[in-house]
């Protein structure tokens, strides 16, 4: 328990004041107020820390008068319970226990206090700060009255609440301005200013005496009087009036001698330092070599001018005892010892080795006389921007006049601006010359102006090129801002800028319409809005008056048709109504007629459009009244077509020339290739009972010319895709085929409603079929429409490839006669077919032409020999390779008298084991990755040989042989 009972929280009557949720409010006693002000405490020995509480103490003293003020305050709240506790913010009643602050005077319920200080978070445990000025205390609170005589004073109706009753006794300032204590009785806050009489005080002279308050702070008076102090010459006195400070420096000048006596000057009185050694008084130093004949009666003081006597004569053998550079004595190196100032000084023969003036290097010349030399030493040194090293001996660049090596690099830092580089050479501001950015030569200032706009958007910025934002317009007008109406007015001066202020009366200003629009006022450059009054207006056109039309606007169109008659008298304006005149003037801005004359039409400048007399397409030359048509070609674009009708082009009708006839025939296509596979297409579509778009959809032009030619090919693939249809399988692989026999394959899987998905590269690059639920083999077959065709007594004319046409001299090669194929694929367009038979001339004869499309042709040979002969001759120049036939199941090797054929199959191996760079196809898109292809591969090989040998009971090597 501290202080008995004073320490346990009220109760009773002395009972802590319940908490009740109020905002808290800023009391005039708050150290945050205008009228606190507490002193700051410089006698405390504990620093106060500028942390702990959102209440910062102010620095500002504050005036006795404003103490007196505050005392009176808080008592008077504190009689009417209106003081509240800065902790708890509950009021303070007269029957509770508090403590005050000895600093700021502020009261706190002991209670709070107390909790206060276990709680504070101060570095030191034993000391915590007032929550009101952060004083630091040290003891812990006690309460007692407001003088800190009665501890815990008891409740008297007729006392200020809180204290004692008796007389303050408190030393109202510092000690030693006031020593009367406070006469009123114990009271909060601070105490009133002293009213005793303080010591007398006299002006600055010393004449007159003044009575003054007690801790007056007024300033000391002055007499009004003659100063009459002694000035420092000590001849004279002051002649001003009664002042503070020194007196200055005596007004009287005289003529004064230096020390030397060789320069005599005006000097104020009082100036220098008087020296009686010479005869006459001397003042001054005038810096110079004093001169006088020293004691030896041989040599000159070399000092400055100086005061006092001159110092002994430095030659004289009692002072010099060693050689000049001091390593020997004397008596070693002279014959006989010296007896006066003017024997010689014997030198030895050592290096000097004093220290140089420069403070860095040694004299190295032997042991001499007199000063040593300039140091001679090269040391390196940097260039004004640090950024070379040139060689300079020590002297110079120690010198005070030495000056920095330039060296010729641009500097390219922004200067102080930010805006333009420096573009100075070796520049001493930069980076490397001065890394805290000082900038004391001044190098990086930018001494263009400025010159962006400033704020007011009339004048520009006349300062320096600064970085930033430029200052405001610094331009005014001294003319007053009167509105049109009068009505509102900005009198002078007007910052340049300003805005103009809203008149919020009504213009004044009249219309030239004469309409009245109530709109605001506005300036004199601002035009008024347009009238937006509803009228009445006839178009511009003549043909109806339109209603409801705003004022403002001058042309109005009804939207129907202009028709007036042009010029020519032929043709009537098919604009819309409109104003000005009906035809444009033309490219050289001549305005041509626009009434018509009978008498003399004239042309109007748009087309003629009159109704030629042979092909009835209107005229497009221009207008020619009175005139016919000439007889030129028409220009009327028209669709030219074939004789079937399927080729069509758009081009000039040219009908109508000089020699042109009414009954000459219509001009008319050459009907191509593409025509007669539609005609015979409609041949097979009725010989089959089928519609001609079943049939045609079915194959392409492609797949008829490729089963022309190799017939055999086409029917080994119907077989297997028909065999896949009909058996239970899945799918089927076709073995390693070259691009045109995988092309085939993609193709005519369609018509079988089949998938088809390639694998691996070439040339081993394959091609595994899939079976679908809607699968199904297509009537006709490609074999029954190439038979059928074939069949026909009249055969289909010969094929064209954009104009192409087979040689002359190729013969039909009879389908019961083995034929080989070479295949030219990536042929380009431009290439048509004589570019093929002029390199064939050898064989002509025995070879035939035929193109699938633009970049893929077949020419099948009866021979292999001569085949093989075109093959070496053809790849010197085009994209080839053999078409060959693939056999799946047949093991039978060809005859001896038949040519052997290429091999179409290879033993299997992998993508991965064979060549990388292989080229893939472009028709081939179901590409899939490699790694998944080889899984997929190995797996189909395994799932291959597993089959085999369950159905055929083979071995393994018999497996991987057939393979």
């Not at 934002?469 to 007053?480: G, I, L, R």
């Not at 056109?541 to 020519?568: A, F, Q, R």
């Amino acid at each position: 328990m501290e202080d008995g009972d004073a320490s346990q929280p009220p109760s009773s009557k002395q009972s802590r004041p319940r908490r009740r949720p109020k905002p808290k409010k800023e009391l005039p006693l708050n150290p945050e107020s205008k009228e606190f002000k507490p002193e700051p405490h410089k006698h405390s020995q504990h620093p106060v820390k500028p942390k702990i509480s959102n209440h910062k103490p102010t620095q500002s003293s504050t005036s006795r008068a404003d103490h007196s003020q505050l005392a009176s305050e808080m008592i008077e709240r504190l009689e009417k319970n209106t003081y509240e506790c800065l902790i708890c913010t509950e009021v303070i009643k007269r029957h509770v226990t508090v403590w005050t602050c000895n600093q700021c005077h502020m009261i706190f319920h002991l209670f709070c206090i107390k909790k206060w200080s276990r709680s504070s978070d101060s570095n030191d445990a034993q000391s915590w700060r007032c929550p009101g000025c952060q004083f630091i205390h040290v003891a812990k609170p006690v309460p007692k009255c407001f003088c800190g005589k009665v501890s815990d004073p008891p409740i008297d109706p007729y006392n200020i609440p809180h204290s004692c009753g008796e007389v303050c006794g408190k030393i109202r300032g510092i000690v030693g301005k006031c020593s009367h204590r406070c006469t009123m009785q114990c009271h909060p806050g601070f105490c009133p200013p002293c009213t005793e009489n303080g010591p007398d005080i006299r002006c600055h002279c010393g004449k007159m005496k003044h009575v003054t308050k007690c801790g007056s702070k007024e300033p000391t008076p002055s007499c009004g009087e003659v100063c009459g102090k002694d000035l420092p010459c000590g001849k004279h006195t002051c002649e001003k009036t009664c002042h503070s400070g020194e007196c200055g420096q005596c007004p009287v000048t005289a003529m004064v001698t230096c020390y030397c006596g060789k320069v005599t000057e005006e000097k104020s009185c009082g100036y220098g330092k008087l020296d009686m050694t010479s005869k006459s008084p001397r003042y001054f130093s005038c810096q110079k070599e004093c001169g006088h004949t020293l004691s030896c009666g041989h040599h000159t003081c070399q000092m400055k001018c100086h005061s006092g006597v001159c110092h002994e004569c430095p030659f004289l053998p009692k002072l010099i005892t060693t050689c000049p550079c001091g390593k020997l004595p004397i008596t070693i190196l002279a014959d006989k010892p010296r007896t006066s100032c003017t024997d010689d000084i014997p030198t030895c023969a050592n290096v000097c080795g004093k220290m140089l003036p420069c403070g860095q290097h040694t004299c190295k010349a032997k042991c001499h006389l007199g000063d040593c030399s300039e140091c001679q030493e090269p040391i390196k040194v940097p260039c004004r921007c640090h950024s070379t090293l040139t060689t300079a001996p020590c002297s110079v660049v120690h010198s005070p006049n030495y000056q920095p090596a330039i060296c010729q690099k641009i500097c390219k830092m922004k200067k102080i601006c930010g805006r333009h580089a420096c573009g100075n050479k070796c520049c001493p501001s930069t980076s490397k010359a001065d890394p805290h950015g000082r900038d004391e030569s001044g190098a990086h200032i930018c001494s263009l102006i400025c010159g962006k706009k400033l704020g007011c958007g009339n004048h520009r910025c006349d300062m320096l090129c600064h970085a930033g934002n430029c200052p405001p317009c610094h331009v005014f007008s001294h003319e007053a801002y009167v509105c049109e109406c009068g009505k509102t007015r900005i009198d002078p001066p007007i910052k340049c800028g300003t805005i103009e202020p809203s008149c919020p009366h009504v213009c004044i200003r009249p219309r030239p319409c004469g309409h009245h629009d109530n709109h605001k006022c506005h300036s004199v450059n601002q035009p008024c809005p347009n009238c937006t009054v509803m009228t009445e207006k006839m178009c511009a056109g003549g043909h109806e008056t339109k209603k409801n039309v705003m004022c403002y606007i001058n042309e109005v169109s009804c939207g129907k048709l202009c028709d007036k008659l042009l010029s020519c008298g032929n043709h009537r304006c098919k604009r819309s109504c409109h104003s000005g005149p009906c035809v444009p003037p033309d490219e050289l801005g001549v305005m041509p007629p626009q009434d018509y004359d009978p008498e003399h039409p004239i042309s109007c400048g748009k087309s003629c459009d009159a109704k030629r007399p042979i092909c009835g397409h209107p005229c497009k030359v221009k207008c020619h009244p009175n005139q016919p048509c000439p007889s030129i070609p028409c220009t009327q674009r028209i669709p030219i077509k074939c004789a079937c009708g399927r080729r069509s082009v758009d081009g000039e009708c040219l009908r109508g020339g000089p020699n042109d006839v009414a009954d000459k025939p219509q001009r008319q296509l050459e009907c191509d290739g593409q025509c007669a596979l539609e005609a015979r297409s409609r041949q097979l579509a009725a010989a089959f009972g089928a519609p001609l778009n079943s049939v045609s959809s079915l194959y392409s032009d492609f797949l008829v010319q490729v089963a022309r030619a190799s017939p055999s090919f086409i029917l080994q693939v119907e077989q297997t895709l028909s065999e896949l249809i009909r058996s239970t399988d899945s799918e089927r692989r076709f073995p390693p085929q070259d691009r045109l026999q995988r092309r085939i394959i993609h193709e005519m899987a369609k018509a079988y409603n089949v998938t088809t998905e390639s694998y691996d590269q070439e040339p081993h690059r394959s091609l595994v079929v899939t079976k679908k639920r809607s699968s199904k083999v297509p009537v006709p077959l490609l074999s029954q429409v190439i038979n059928k065709l074939n069949n026909e007594k009249q055969g289909p004319p010969p094929s064209s490839h954009n104009s192409h046409s087979l040689a002359s001299g190729v013969v039909n090669i009879s389908k019961e006669k083995e034929s080989f194929a070479l295949h030219l694929y990536d042929l380009d367009t431009h290439i048509k077919t004589h570019h093929i038979v002029s390199q064939l001339y050898s064989f002509e004869g025995h070879y035939q032409l035929k193109w699938l499309d633009d970049q893929n042709a077949l020419v099948i040979f009866s021979e292999y020999a001569k085949m093989k002969a075109a093959l070496f001759i053809l790849s010197n120049h085009f994209h080839v390779v053999q078409f060959k036939e693939f056999k799946a199941q047949s093991n039978d090797a060809p005859s001896s008298s038949e040519p052997k054929p290429l091999p179409t199959h290879q033993p299997y191996q992998p993508s991965w084991q064979s060549n990388q760079n292989a080229f893939e196809l472009l028709e081939d898109s179901d590409e899939i990755p490699k790694e998944q292809f080889k899984e997929k591969t190995m797996d189909e090989s395994k799932k291959t040989w597993s089959d085999l040998a369950r159905a055929d009971d083979t071995s393994k090597e018999e497996i991987e042989e057939h393979w």
